[in-house]
Every structure is written in C-alpha cells, then in structure tokens.
C-alpha cells in the first residue's frame, strides 16, 4: 500500500499510521482474514460519525449567524448524509485502498455508497485520534467545503429557503424576508403568493397552498435571480446598505 498516496488523496498526515489503516479494514476482510492484528473499521465509523456531526454544526453555527436551528439542521443533515460522504470518498478515490474481502471486491465493493461512506466516517474517527478534535474539525471542513458551495449555489439537496439565506448570508451578510402579497379563493382552496426580499428589495415571487410552499417557491424564484450572477448585485448592496445604521 501506498501510504504517501493515501494521505495525500485524503489530505491528511497520519503520525500512527495503523489508525488509518484500520479505518480502511472493511468487516468482510477481517473475516477472511482473522490473524490480522487490526480489527476492523465499524468502531473508527461509529466514532467518525459523531466527529462529523460535531464538526459541521461548528462550522455551520459559526458561519451563518443568522440562520435559524432548523435550517442549520437541514443543511448539516445533507452535508453528512451518505451520499454526500461516498461523493467525497470517491473524488479522494478511497475506494481504491480499501481492504475488502473476495465477495466483497468482485461484487463492486470498492464503489458501494454505503461502504465509502462508512470508510470516510471511519477515516475522520481515526483521523480525530490521531491528531485530535481541532485537526479533525480542519481535514472535515476541508472534505466538505466543495459541497456547502455547491449547496449555496442550489445544486445540493438542502430547500430553498435555506438555500437562499446561505447565500446570501455568504456572498452579501443579509437574510431575505417574505411577505404575503396576496391570497385568494376559498378556505379550503386558498392560494398565497408571497414575495421574497433583500431588505426592500423584491427578489421572487411563488405562490402555494400555503405561506411555507409559496416562501419556498418565492426562495426558489430569488435564487434564479441571484444566479444571474452581477445583475443581482446592486440589489443586494443597495439593500444591505439600507440596513445599516446611520
């Protein structure tokens, strides 16, 4: 194995090398290979796990102070979720250094979104004994940082609405609001068009069955706005700066 490779494909410099090693020892070769003197990687996962959990919540609590629980929640859910791991675990292409058993390699192991997942939990865990907490925090918000900016620029998973203040938050440090422009029809059938600001500035507007769809919708239509890219800008500036105090 090349270890020099390995560290450099996850960017990070191991002093005991037998913890990354052990993160990289899927269950499947460790029963075909019993004499191994390291165990297999679940309880590197289990405690990576919990280390990412930590260290994107800091990241995300520190870098979006306006933003509330639930969104923070959201898009921590979709920065640590499986398929978000095993995407980073491949563009690192971990799966190529993995230990696997014969089952497990010739039935596409070194591809499975579950098993890269688990390895790149695995990796943080040992990584976080290794070198410690802050490091740890360093080498996972590096992991993710490609992902939140693509989250930002509304190609992840996270909904509009978050998606929307993390932006702005990021690129012009101010939060939309909404407000109701209308509703009509009946009770039971009512629409309501919401409009989403930047400050007093109109950004989109959506409409639904309710104010949380037609926020979303509205978020949705704002987002293409700022996608416009320089267009978006004076606004956004005129609006921040309305914002200040005098």
Known sequence: MDWE????????KFKKRALLEQALIHRSYRNENPDSPLGNNERLEYLGDAVLGLAVAQALYERFPEMEEGDLSQLRSFLVQRDTLAKIAENRKLGDFLFLGVGEEHTGGRKRPRLLSSALEAVAGAYFLDKGYVAARRLIQAWLRTELRRTLQGKGAADYKSRLQAQL??????????????SKGPAHE????????????????????????????????????LDKGEAAIPLIVSAKRRQKPN
């Open 169 to 182: 938050q990021e690129e012009y440090q101010i939060i939309p609001s909404y407000r109701v422009a209308e």
């Open 190 to 225: 009512r629409v309501f068009v919401v409009e989403a600001l930047a400050g007093k500035n109109f950004l989109g507007r959506g409409s639904g069955s309710s104010k949380q769809r037609a926020e979303q919708a509205a978020a949705q239509a704002a987002l293409k706005v």
């Open 5 to 12: 490779l390995v560290e450099k494909n996850l960017g990070a």
